[in-house]
Structure formats: C-alpha cells, structure tokens
C-alpha cells in the first residue's frame, strides 16, 4: 500500500485500532487500568497529511475503550509528518498518563515526537514533552508511569532489556545519556560510542546501536514536530 493510495487514512486507522487493542489487553486486570479516569495520548506519524484521519480516531477510539477498558479515554493525540518513512509509511504509538491532581500538572511547551524504527517495517512514535526529567529508553510492557518511560515491545529481544539509554528533552535539544546497566554493551549514537554517564545531543535522525561481542542490533530514530 502507497501512501498516495485512496484507502491510506483507512489503512492508518485500522492498524491505531490494532495498537489500541493490544494495549488496552496489556494494561487489563493492572492497578494501572482499575483507576479512575485513565487518560491515553496516541501519537501518530505518517509519510503524508492525514486530514480526515482526526475525528475517526476520537470516535473510534471512544468505542473501544467503552468496551475494553471502562472509564478511559483518549485525551489526545499527535500527529507528525515524516515524507522520508519507508513503508508501512506510519507509526503510531499509545501511552497512558496517570490522572494529574492539578491543571498545573499538565506538561507545557512544545511536543515532539520520536520514532524508532527496528528491522524495516517495525517503528514506534513516542511524544516528548519538555521537562527537567530523564526518561529510560527501555523494552518490556507498560509499566506503573509511563511518562518516565519509553518502552519498546518486548518481542523486540534483539534491543536489550532494562534502560541502557535516557533521554531528555529540553529547550532546543534532545539528549541521551548511557547508564551502567550492562557495561558489557557497547551503546553508540551516530557512530558517538557513549561511556557510562556520557550523553549526546540527537540529530533529527539517525541511528543508536548496541553491540555484544559480535552481536549487533540498531534502532533508527526521527525526531519530528507535532503538527
């Protein structure tokens, strides 16, 4: 399917539905899914606008909470445009945010959003809210707060499990710092090796690569703006 294709809104849609699905099955029967008013902000990234795609993705979404996870809602989603993506030409990502206790909670300033890409077709999107916070880059399921987590699949096994990466977003730049979880790995970004403590500033895009021995696996990245 081209992202010129008539049916490409379609098409984005049904595989957000799918996304949707799988999380909500993910966070079912947690603590996390049994509070009240959980709120979920999508992110979705695609190789063309996506103008009729706004308020399909409300309703539909509406439904499927209704039914999977009672009480939820989709309180927002971010769209980027990102020409350069091979297919499926989109990413999406759902995250929850716990219920803030004051509008003063709620994260200001400009929206990023982050796609990492694994294996051709395989990719995630992320939103980055400016904040002072470092944020584990990490594979596994949900966890208690996601917003202090980007959190990969877990079928993804080729990227290690636990955080060997954080990631920051402030004023006019994105970094990401190495841990010293597993010294074994070697962590570079665009070719920069990162020692434990060490961090650098991202591109818009590029590459972040974890080596063992000879084993190797890489994540592309994107850094877009909300539109």
């Not at 849609?13 to 603590?31: N, W």
């Not at 010293?180 to 434990?196: C, F, N, Q, S």
């Amino acid at each position: 399917m081209h992202p010129d294709a008539p049916d490409f809104e379609t098409k984005v849609l049904a595989a957000f539905l799918q996304t949707l699905q799988r999380y909500c099955e993910q966070l079912r029967g947690t603590p996390t899914a049994a509070r009240d008013g959980l709120s979920l902000a999508s992110s979705i990234v695609t190789a063309r606008p996506v103008p009729q795609l706004r308020g399909r993705i409300r309703r539909e979404a509406e439904r499927v909470l209704g039914r999977e996870l009672p009480g939820a809602r989709l309180e927002r989603t971010f769209f980027a445009l990102d020409p350069r993506m091979s297919e499926p030409w989109y990413a999406i990502g759902i995250d929850h945010r716990l219920p803030a206790p004051t509008a003063d909670d709620e994260p200001e300033g400009p929206v990023l959003i982050l796609t990492l890409a694994f294996s051709g077709p395989l990719r995630w999107a992320y939103p980055l809210v400016i904040a002072d916070a470092w944020q584990a880059i990490r594979r596994g399921p949900p966890s208690a707060d996601l917003r202090q987590e980007i959190s990969l699949p877990d079928h993804v096994n080729a990227v290690p499990a636990g955080p060997l990466l954080r990631l920051r977003y402030r004023p006019g730049v994105v970094e990401v710092c190495r841990t010293d979880l597993k010294p074994h790995y070697a962590v570079a970004v665009d070719e920069y090796l990162l020692a434990p403590g060490n961090r650098v500033a991202l591109a818009g895009h590029g590459r972040i690569r974890f080596t063992n021995g000879t084993a190797q696996s890489e994540l592309r990245y994107v850094l877009m703006e909300r539109q």
